[in-house]
């Protein structure tokens, strides 16, 4: 089955700066790429995903490129702000699959004011 | 509108217990996901509803976990015989699954915090 490793576990900038969170996947049939921010004691909520056919996307101050060949995708944040401050978690389709989802075990982001 | 409900958000139970918890996905989403979540680890996969079709059990760890999905709506993971290694937060999701050939995104509940003495 589907493997995602996710790095680093833990991460923490000074605000202003930019983080940089790094997935890797083991099925090459994925295609679908979400990523979800989990605050403390909150419950997760996608922030960006990303679909096989493109290699970028961005949503203001967040993006995530993909990378095929690799079987790797990264989620980019700039001038991080202290309400960035959470638990990121990557997740890759299993096998292509419509419905299931594999998680990293997150990456855990301080921006210190 | 109403998100993602789940119920109790915190259950204390005792080791050899059966538990029950409840999640109550947003109306119209035929999509319905369990998943756990243990300290420090990411989000485990334990089962799929999707309308009336066979449920995807492949995730849950043992038989003592199920779970039910009456009329399309209101979910319920039973847990027979807790053990302490099933102490974890229990998330739900549900998605539109508008598109049954295109994953979407999975709208999630704020989640049980069971604890199993």
């Known amino acids: 089955g589907e493997n995602v490793e996710q790095h680093p576990s833990t991460l923490s900038v000074q605000e202003g700066d930019s983080a940089v969170i790094k997935c890797t996947y083991s099925d090459s049939a994925s295609n679908y790429f979400p990523w979800y921010k989990q605050e403390l004691g909150k419950r997760p909520q996608l922030i960006i995903d990303i679909r096989s056919n493109v290699g970028e996307k961005k949503d203001q101050r967040i993006a995530v490129t993909l990378n095929k060949t690799a079987k790797h995708f990264s989620l980019h944040i700039t001038e991080t702000q202290p309400e960035d401050s959470a638990v990121y978690f990557c997740a890759a389709n299993s096998g292509g699959s419509n419905y299931k989802l594999t998680f990293g075990k997150g990456t855990l982001l301080t921006v210190n004011p | 509108g109403a998100g993602v409900s789940q119920s109790p958000s915190n259950k204390v139970t005792e080791k050899g217990k059966d538990v029950e918890l409840r999640c109550d996905p947003i109306s119209g989403h035929t999509a319905l996901y369990w998943y756990r979540q243990s300290l420090g680890q990411g989000l485990e996969f334990l089962i799929y509803?999707?309308?009336?079709?066979?449920?995807?059990k492949s995730g849950l760890p043992s038989d003592r976990f199920s779970a039910e999905r009456t009329g399309g709506s209101v979910s319920t993971l039973t847990i027979q015989r807790t053990q302490q290694e099933d102490s974890a937060v229990y998330l739900c999701?549900?998605?539109?699954?508008?598109?049954?050939?295109?994953?979407?995104?999975?709208?999630f509940g704020p989640g049980t915090r069971l604890t199993v003495l």
């Open positions: 509803f999707q309308g009336n079709s066979a449920p995807d």
């Open positions: 999701a549900s998605s539109s699954g508008q598109g049954l050939a295109v994953i979407g995104e999975q709208f």
